[in-house]
């Protein structure tokens, strides 16, 4: 090989190698302000954020919220921030505005108990509040706690008619009902990382406009009792509601849109289907059948009669001939007479 071809290789051999040079000066170069960008980013604080979909009039609980990282430059301050609140605070609050999965909560959109339209943002729309007055003996012995759903049992004593023993009934009149505060307590208490179990005199419950009607009834008529409800039973019921097609997902649906049906579905009172047991089924002494009511007789009636009969005379000598008096229809039970008043 001569000098000159030499020297030619040799010098394609040099801007090669001080084009790869410049190239991957060039790449890193590039790529060390995007790596710092995101440093920078990840130096900022913790915020919190909801873990899911929370729309209004949900209980916040342990699950629902968590602390995530937040660039820096756009943290707000109404913004909860690790370190500086309190996350055992905010557990039974309740969500006033509809926050999506990932967005920080914000110190507006959460209302706390005491505060003022607190019960009426954990309401679904629609629902209404009613409260109800229970004992030890009717309350589950205080094992109910806010956000359990619970059946409200009616027990009645039906009065006798035919001298008989009165009928004793129970009858469960409504279902799932979402218990929203025991007491003025909308939270559970928990003493040493244990939940405190309490006796309460008031539950209060969500309900319909109408079913809030038939509760306001059914205290006037006997003792009502709290059932509390399994979680699993309202998911059995879910899937059935769903097999008999009650309960429709529409096609196309998101995801997101059908935990939304499901979950409405599955919170949603029952107030048909209702089951009953009367004395009968307990006890052999005691009567199974609505006492049945016996017509009484009816009283003697007076019908005045509408065309009186006149006197009638005949001539000559011979004596004068009167016609009966008026007569009166006597009606005793299912027998009517005729009885002459005044008459021959």
């Known amino acids: 090989m001569d000098k000159k071809k030499l020297m030619l290789l040799l010098g394609a051999l040099i801007i090669a190698i001080g084009t790869g040079i410049a190239a991957r000066s060039l790449f890193l170069g590039a ?20 873990q899911r979909a929370l729309p209004v009039g949900t209980i916040i609980t342990a699950d629902a919220i968590g602390f995530q990282e937040w660039p820096k430059e756009m943290v707000q301050d109404a913004y909860f921030i690790e370190g500086q609140a309190d996350m055992s605070k905010m557990l039974g609050t309740v969500v006033r505005f509809p ?41 589950v012995a205080g094992f109910v706690f806010p956000g359990d759903h619970i059946d409200l049992v009616l027990t009645q004593s039906v ?127 005691q009567r199974s059948s609505v006492p049945t009511i016996v017509p009484a007789a009816a009283p003697a009636t007076f019908s005045p009669p509408t065309n009186y009969p006149t006197p009638s005379f005949r001539g000559g000598a011979g004596p004068v001939t009167v016609a009966r008096g008026p007569i009166v229809h006597v009606t005793r039970g299912k027998t009517t007479e005729d009885v002459a008043v005044g008459g021959n």
């Not at 109408?210 to 059995?236: M, P």
């Open 159 to 285: 009065k006798a008619t035919d001298s008989g023993m009165p009928l004793k009934a129970s009858e469960t009149i409504l279902k799932n009902l979402r218990v929203l505060a025991t007491d003025q307590s909308t939270e559970q208490e928990t003493v040493e990382g244990k939940t405190r179990v309490r006796t309460f005199s008031t539950v209060t419950v969500e309900v319909t406009p109408k079913i809030a009607e038939k509760i306001a009834v059914a205290q006037t008529i006997g003792t009502i009792s709290l059932s509390l409800r399994s979680i699993s039973d309202n998911s059995a019921e879910l899937e059935q509601a769903l097999a008999t097609g009650e309960v429709k997902i529409p096609a196309g649906t998101s995801k997101a849109d059908e935990e939304k049906l499901l979950k409405a579905a599955m919170n949603k009172p029952i107030d048909k289907s209702t089951t009953f047991v009367t004395g009968g089924d307990v006890s052999r002494f």
């Open 99 to 139: 926050i999506t999965a990932g967005e920080p909560v914000t110190q507006g959109s959460l209302v706390a108990p005491g505060d003022r339209g607190f019960l009426a943002a954990a309401l679904s729309p629609g629902m209404r509040a009613v409260t109800i007055p229970v004992s030890a003996r009717t309350g």
């Open 31 to 50: 790529s060390s302000p995007q790596a710092e960008a995101a440093a920078k980013a990840a130096k900022g604080p913790k915020v919190m954020v909801a």
